[in-house]
């Protein structure tokens, strides 16, 4: 007698898993550990293991596993996991192999020129490759959208946040364009007249990495499930079992790495904290970008810039950092670095007020790009005109900090820019629904996070995709997901 | 059309190879860089790629086109390259799936207890699991012996050295045993009177690494091809485009641990010179592990304890080590550390002169055990006779220090032995022939190692498997391997 078709299911996704695994840690040691001159074989090495995912991913075998597997006797956490098994199968094999392909390509061919083309603010040149990767990019969102009856672009954004619609997005951003641009000017105003000093000087990386690893203590980092390296572009990388955690010094400043430590451990924990039983099963990941970066942000912005957080990383930078002057870290200067507002072009270097309005940006143009109702060639007049609606600045002729910026929309990567605002959206609304329960801000003051841990891991971590992000949102704060835990959040914390 | 029979061949094991590139680098990984909690998901994923690598390795496919690409026109390289692609099928073919894996089980379960038994000294114990490693691994010998037409003894050495049979190995050691012993005798009574002043105190781990990485420069490793890491037991894993090296630092000591990264920069070196345009196929690979080990020994004992060469170690441990006292790092001092002649138990840590001694103790009783003649339960009685033999130690009733020592036996790991000794044999033949061609000497106290390395490339390392051992060392010495070099290497040098 033959294993029940469910269970060749899961034999064949935990071999799936084994593959990919080795494909998270060789692309970490790629990033971190590999000298420059073991590129070229370890990327033949690495798009034969692709090769191999992909055909694992797309087995037609597994369409008819799928139609015994319905007719089985499962459990819920079993129907839940089949769902999500077809899910990525569907996602893995709805685009003819040719398509995938040529948009491989043309993304390659049109970041490769970018990196030239922005510092020299090339536009024409950049439009002629892009053209290509848009008019791609519109091809898949048409196949997908056609085999999920959805808008093209929301089938886009299913890749990304399963569930989520524009339509949806609409209500939420169209409210936060409302009270956004008025707050920004306000606090920006406010802050005019407060003062604080920029750190300056040198900050050994020694000294920055033995304070990374002590905030990622406090943090409950596991690091018998893994650890912090660095790398030019930071990330949270390899697997649930041992999480590659990177980051990158500058000498002469911590700021940013030292809250990029605490973002990647939200991200960590998250992943540490995934169900084990359901190790190796799609229902056993993250349930969406969005979640994800829902747990990251509450590190960072939600527990990482709340008073008694920032009290404690003054304490630990002053034990570190022994050359540095007492009054650059202090509390309250830390406060101001850390709480800084101010309109400019870049959204990877955007404070947490003024990052919504780079993103919405980007949602209201991708989103008619892919639907089609806006020419490519358009895109620089239309950010130039939101972005003087929203942050107030001009865009005009200057290219490389307007849409040459991101490397997002140059490997044709369009849907996922929301997943940032929702991450944040969703942080506050945890945070709101937590804070009913617990006395967050006493905890953190008194060193006790396990309380809060244990909120997000029951609530989220360990629901993994267990249910759609509608339903956990719902189980976790009692409501569906809305604008005004967020709007709430930024008023007390900036005004 | 479909492609050339010889083409498709190079194409499998171009993906095979990239299969065992990602097993190098996750092996590596597992060894130097990973969590202890991550081991037993890694160690699954790890599996999975082995059946894999087993698959593609003994794909029935390959049977036909190697027959297929015998009738096409070959030039001498592809001829080569089709040899080794058949010899190595073979090797994966020829045993059974099911004794492949009664193998390893009993394997593992042998050294899983004797990691417990041999610091108990408990052969009893031993003895009941190794019966049946040492059975499995004479099935294996038979096998291996009926396919290829060889005793079975010589049939487990051409897993390691192919080419080389027992009796070239019993007249090379009948020689070496008739002057070594007197030799080593002759040696201690000469350094009983010389005084040597071991180093004490600290030497911190930074300092260590610093010189060991100088020292790897002198040596010209590539380190755009490579990297320097650390590891419980030191090895030269990775690929050849990307070698990693290991080492194992003590804070007390660094006589080892610096010679020990001379010895595997002398394995990397090898690897990283093999021809690129072979790169992916078998007949690119290194000759074989006595070549290998030839390698590592003329960097470590020719090279390294010439007195040029011990001379500028010690000119750069005087520059890093700056808290130890001159007269430790004195060049006479570290000649004398470097060529100090003492009879012990322990091969692994043997001197260059006793080494051999303690691998034809093994290489006799491991050919006898495999033919069947020699009962592996009178193992210890014949280990301790030859023990008092050729270095004039007992070893009755002391077990850990004797037949217990290795974890080579423990695995089933019979043949591999003699590749030592044999190293040590090429690389003073091959010392030998260099000095007929260059000052040797001169270029190293000069720090002009370029010409030798360039003789070693053309002469090995280009080679790859082009050639049959025997032919290798024909073309590069001008006669075939004898031990006269060896002797009169170890004469100039002790006496």
Known sequence: MSKPAYQQLCDHYQKLDHFNHLAAICGWDQAT????????????????????????????????LFDKAQDESLDVEQHASLREMQRHWRQATVLPADLVKAKSLAGSKCEHAWREQRPNNDWEGFEKNWAEVVRLSQQEAQIRAEAAGLSPYDAMLELYEPGVTSSELDTLFSEVKQWLPPLIDQVIDKQASESLIQPTGRFPVAQQKALGLEVMETL??????????????????????????????????????????????????YEQGLPHHLSGLPVGEARSMGIHESQSLFFEMQLGRSEPFIAMLSKLANKHFVDTPAKVLTQDNFHKLYTRVKKDFIRVDADELTYPAHVILRYEIERDLMNGTLDHRDVPELWDSKMQQYLGLSTKGNFKNGCMQDIHWTDGAFGYFPSYTLGAMYAAQFMAAMKQQLDVEGLVAKG???????????????KASLLSTGELVQQATGEKLNARYFQQHLRERYL
Chains 1, 2 share one sequence.
Not at 35 to 59: D, F, K, Y
Not at 448 to 462: A, G
């Open 33 to 64: 550990m590999m000298p420059s001159g073991g590129n070229q074989v370890r990327s033949e090495a690495m798009a034969t293991l692709s090769l191999q995912i992909h055909e694992l991913a797309t087995a037609p075998l597994l369409a008819e």
């Open 220 to 269: 409950q980092f596991d690091f018998s499930h893994g650890r912090l390296d660095e790398s030019v572009h930071p990330f949270c990388g390899g697997v649930k079992s041992d999480v590659r955690l990177t980051t990158r010094y500058h000498d002469s400043d911590f700021v940013q790495s030292l809250m990029g430590i605490v973002h990647e451990t939200g991200h960590a924990r």
């Open 448 to 462: 006790e996070m396990t309380p809060i841990f244990d909120w997000l891991s029951s609530n989220v971590w360990e």
